[in-house]
């Protein structure tokens, strides 16, 4: 079953996601060049599914003339051992 805007209220709940990337040097570098890294990220959008290992979050929505999401915009999946932590900017839609 497609989700639906409902009451102007998007299917997806808007959320902020902090957490933590990886990341690495292709090549030699100096020793100290790898402990100045910060890695924190802040990632903003709908989240689309809450799954036991990831969260899958996308940009922006797409709707066709029934009110169904038909496409989501930039789909990001980050591993739940990776968040810090989750803000929840809209209720979650029952």
Same mark, same amino acid.
């Given at each position: 079953?497609?989700?639906?805007?409902?009451?102007?209220?998007?299917?997806?709940?808007?959320?902020?996601?902090?957490?933590?990337? @990886? @990341?690495?040097?292709?090549?030699? &570098?100096?020793?100290?060049?790898? @402990?100045?890294?910060? $890695? *924190?990220? &802040?990632?903003?959008?709908? $989240? $689309?599914?809450?799954? *036991?290992?990831? /969260?899958?979050?996308?940009? *922006? /929505?797409?709707?066709?003339?029934?009110?169904?999401?038909?496409? &989501?915009? *930039?789909?990001?999946?980050?591993?739940?051992?990776?968040?810090?932590?989750?803000?929840? /900017?809209?209720?979650?839609?029952?």
């Amino acid at each position: 079953m497609a989700k639906q805007v409902k009451d102007n209220v998007p299917p997806f709940p808007m959320v902020r996601i902090e957490w933590v990337d @990886s @990341s690495a040097i292709w090549g030699w &570098v100096a020793h100290h060049e790898t @402990s100045e890294w910060n $890695l *924190s990220c &802040v990632t903003a959008g709908f $989240l $689309l599914e809450d799954q *036991s290992e990831m /969260l899958v979050i996308a940009d *922006s /929505l797409a709707f066709d003339t029934n009110g169904d999401v038909k496409q &989501v915009y *930039s789909p990001q999946a980050i591993p739940k051992v990776a968040v810090t932590r989750i803000t929840y /900017l809209t209720e979650k839609r029952k």
